[in-house]
């Protein structure tokens, strides 16, 4: 169904989305109705992923930190009945797997999904396919030089993947953060780090253990929760269907890989460069609008 809405109405709906309001709020504000604006975001969401499938590829980095947000969809995992825990992939607890690079803050490729092998394989498979690897030479036959690190927690499931998708062209290691709470139990309070926990699992050799961290990523997370409603805690901005979950992270990507401009370090409070501009995708900064043409386009 086509969008019959002025350029500068779907620009203020989308731009409304992407800096934390929910439908209902856009709704309000500018008086569009939230079929609208949800055909708009599903839209714009899906022309964003376009895009960076064909933008964000043939990367040269240096480290990499993956991790994984949780939501939900529909309703909580503790009022599904046993049947839909075991059929209904769309209904549930959902995360959003986020594979950033260290330097520029790029996030390089994301997944949406359950928390489960099946999705570590495909966002692991998908970074592999935006990595520059060598190619094939003599040079083989006497050792592999790594093209990356990469850093993750310590979920069971990605050595495997890691390993299957890289083999040798990876230093891989992961880390776990210990935290101690000082309020009661299962209250939303900041929590103290009283024990990291690192170990090497590919080509991590002496001092390089102490350099695999995830907390760029996890100040990702922070911005991601910040930004999109979908991801705030004890809110009514969960999504209600999966597809409408992935076009919304699809479009929050676009906006912060592209638009979003993070503060440098220290006092100063000056801006960096958005990250795909960091990263060397893009040679220019990109407005809100320059994002949506380009995407719209691609």
Known sequence: MAIRLPREKQLACLQHLVEGNTIRSTERLLGVHRDTVMRLMVRFGTACQTMMDQRIRGLTVDKIEIDETW????????????????ERYDLGDQYLWVALEADSKLVISHVVG???????RRLIRDLSERLVFPTPHEADLHGYRPICQITTDMYIVYPEAIDQFFGPYVKYGQIKKDYRSHDMPGRYTPAEIVATQRKGIFNIEGDELYGLSTSYVE????????????????????????????????????????????????????????????????????????????????
């Open 114 to 120: 359950k928390r489960s092998g099946d999705n570590a």
């Open 219 to 298: 100040r990702f997370n922070l911005t991601n929760r910040v930004l999109q409603k979908r991801f705030t805690r004890l809110s009514l901005g969960f999504s209600k269907k999966l597809d409408n979950l992935k076009a919304a992270c699809s479009m929050f990507m676009g906006y912060y890989n592209f638009v979003w401009r993070t503060r440098r370090p220290g006092k100063s409070g000056r801006y960096r460069p958005p990250a795909a501009m960091m990263a060397g995708v893009t040679s220019r900064l990109w407005s809100f609008e320059d994002l949506y043409d380009e995407a719209m386009a691609a």
């Open 71 to 86: 939501t939900f969809c529909g309703r909580k995992n503790r009022t599904l009945s046993p049947n839909e825990k075991l």
